[in-house]
């Protein structure tokens, strides 16, 4: 760890990787010889044409996508993606399956229900405050998409293996896990991913998108609200948020070039959950919040005995040089996210830092 930096357990925004930061702050001045800030030049110049069309090179690599796919960056975060997925995919007469594992599902089906959407919900975790992700749905076979959150940053589980839904496309809020772990794609129709936990800074929401679901979308939306729009120009039908795309840019660099692929990153993302998770099995001061075969690989999600000592642990945590540790206000306790930049030093701090202080308060 840098003398003057902490660990950072933030949810999101989140922790980036050491050398990408380095390497914006070499480039912020004078990106590549051009004598302009990379956040000052146009997105209409060659430097950034470069730029974006290396992010989404790279977005193909790491996930093995063929031309079957589109890659797109559009702003508004995840949460416009909550209507705009409706909006585009779904017409009169369709219907579309959500599963609600908390939270951030829950927005999702209100969202697309606002829009006077035909939603069901064939599975829903709620009975157990969201603790556990269901298994054994049974899936419309009618229905133009199936919705899933990959990874519940707030409730703190998330989908070991992606369900079978008969065929139908999954869509896929992976805002909290995109890039941790290989994928077969095969089963997606669409996936989204504000970039501010796995991949990069806030501003810019990753979608991508199978070209044929294109197909659906609806000629009379707004131009801004629809895929096709963004598809047609690659990203750049209006001014895009070039410096969060130029962060997504060296993320993906440092995750193929430095870790060597999502395979290695998983790898990691897996070795430093394991590290918490083994530690508050043998625990009777810590625990986790989460049914075991649901836990989350990217926010760990923990008790301590009382409401007191949670808020003494965040505070002497964070005067320690662990930050953001604190649980979400819905839910209140703790919660450590390790997203991919999170270095396995931080969990080994941080579980160094545990056992001090259950030694003091236990
Ligand atoms: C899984 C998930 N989906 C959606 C969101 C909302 O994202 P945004 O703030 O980019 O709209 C979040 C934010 O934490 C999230 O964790």
Request: hydrophobic share 35%.
């Given at each position: 760890?840098?003398?003057?930096?902490i660990y950072n357990f933030n949810p999101g925004p989140a922790a980036?990787?050491?050398?990408v930061l380095e390497e914006i702050q070499e480039s912020f001045l004078n990106y590549g010889g051009s004598g302009m800030s990379v956040a000052e030049i146009s997105h209409r110049s060659k430097e950034f044409d470069d730029i974006i069309n290396d992010a989404v090179a790279r977005i193909r690599r790491l996930l093995k996508l063929d031309d079957g796919w589109q890659v797109l960056f559009i702003q508004g975060g995840?949460?416009?993606?909550?209507?705009?997925?409706?909006?585009?995919?779904?017409?009169?007469?369709?219907?579309?399956?959500?599963?609600?594992?908390g939270t951030w599902s829950t927005k999702a089906?209100?969202?697309?229900?606002?829009l006077d959407k035909a939603v069901r919900v064939p599975a829903s975790s709620e009975d157990r405050n969201f603790c556990y992700i269901p298994?054994?749905?049974?899936f419309n076979p009618d229905a133009v998409y199936a919705h899933i959150t990959s990874n519940n940053t707030i409730k703190g589980t998330q989908w070991a293996e992606f369900p079978d839904t008969g065929g139908v496309p999954l869509v896929a809020d992976m805002s909290s896990d995109i890039m941790s772990r290989p994928m077969d794609m095969g089963k997606f129709g669409l996936v989204y991913a504000g970039a501010q936990k796995n991949i990069g800074p806030a501003g810019v929401c990753l979608v991508i998108i199978r070209k044929d679901m294109l197909d659906r979308v609806p000629d009379q939306l707004p131009s801004m609200l629809k895929y096709t729009t963004f598809a047609a120009k690659n990203s750049l039908y209006n001014t895009p948020p070039s410096f969060a795309i130029y962060?997504?840019?060296?993320?993906l660099k440092w995750i193929e070039e430095t870790i060597g692929g999502l395979e290695e990153m998983e790898g990691v993302n897996r070795r430093k959950a394991a590290s918490l998770y083994d530690f508050f099995d043998g625990s009777d001061f810590y625990r986790g919040t989460a049914d075991v075969d649901s836990r989350s690989v990217m926010n760990i999600t923990f008790r301590l005995p009382d409401e007191n000592l949670e808020a003494m642990f965040v505070k002497q945590a964070l005067e320690s040089g662990l930050g953001g540790l604190k649980?979400?206000?819905s839910v209140g306790g703790c919660r450590a996210s390790i997203y991919n930049p999170t270095p396995i030093e931080a969990v080994e701090a941080l579980i160094d830092f545990m056992k001090t202080f259950?030694?003091?308060a236990g």
């Open positions: 760890m840098k003398a003057d930096r980036l990787p050491l050398p995840a949460s416009t993606q909550f209507c705009m997925v409706p909006m585009n995919l779904l017409g009169d007469g369709d219907t579309a399956d959500y599963v609600d594992t089906i209100k969202e697309a229900r606002t298994s054994a749905i049974e962060t997504v840019q060296l993320v649980g979400h206000r259950e030694k003091q």
